[in-house]
């Protein structure tokens, strides 16, 4: 079956950095996305991975690796108004895409 | 950038009631739009995907004759919920994805409408 694992819940604290690690087991890869959700509201594109390395946009960055089936976001001097989900989502050999369930950051003063 | 608009925000209704949920791309044509639903604290789930012109195509275990959707234009995708009961109740979100800006580009989501069934 297809799986992406991402951790539940992390706890941060304002101006400093945090992780979020994505696993993933598809059938094919096409494409890795970030996505940020504040509450009650629809997901926001952040990033989109399909190459092996880092790429950077600002405040966040996201990072590849193929062969691991692995991926992370990395949130840098961090805000309250980051305090949100951030979601994992591949696209697979047929371009369906498949969504983690979310990791939800808290960020505290 | 692309944007998707959805229509409702909200709305509650009376359980056995349909209710219908527009969703426009307003500066793109979509062939094809998604309609996903969220449970509280899950990940998005894939209902079905609209298709311009021909008939959509339903996930499994999602029932068609229950969530009509109609995709009449290539701007306009329309999600009716139809005798609607309490376990409907969820936030429906729509997507699409501008066809010109190729087949890596993101999705864009509509804001979502919060359903609630009494």
């Known amino acids: 079956g297809q799986n992406i694992d991402q951790p539940t819940e992390m706890t941060a604290t304002e101006g400093a950095i945090v992780q979020i690690n994505c696993t993933y087991q598809?059938?094919?890869?096409?494409?890795l996305f970030w996505y940020q959700q504040h509450a009650g509201e629809a997901p926001t594109f952040l990033s989109y991975n399909v190459l092996d390395g880092l790429e950077e946009k600002g405040r966040f960055s996201s990072f590849l690796s193929r062969s691991k089936g692995y991926s992370y976001l990395l949130l840098k001097e961090l805000q309250m108004k980051d305090s949100a989900s951030y979601l994992c989502?591949?696209?697979?050999?047929?371009?369906?895409?498949?969504w983690g369930a979310g990791t939800k950051l808290i960020i505290k003063p | 950038g692309a944007v998707v608009s959805q229509h409702p925000s909200w709305v509650i209704c009376k359980s056995g009631t349909s209710v219908k949920i527009e969703c426009r791309s307003l500066?793109?044509?979509?062939?094809?739009m998604f309609w996903y639903r969220q449970f509280p604290k899950q990940s998005l789930m894939l209902m079905a995907t609209?298709?311009?012109?021909?008939?959509?195509?339903?996930e499994q275990g999602v029932e068609k004759d229950k969530f009509l959707i109609n995709h009449a234009s290539l701007t306009l995708s329309t999600l009716t919920v139809t005798s609607a009961h309490p376990e409907d109740s969820s936030f429906y979100i729509c997507?699409?994805?501008?066809?010109?800006?190729?087949?890596?580009?993101?999705?864009?989501f509509g804001n979502g409408t919060r359903l609630t069934v009494t």
């Open positions: 500066d793109f044509q979509a062939t094809t």
């Open positions: 989502a591949v696209r697979d050999s047929n371009y369906q895409l498949i």
């Open positions: 997507s699409a994805r501008d066809p010109i800006a190729g087949e890596n580009s993101p999705l864009h």
């Open positions: 598809t059938s094919g890869f096409n494409g």
């Open positions: 609209s298709n311009e012109g021909s008939k959509a195509t339903y």
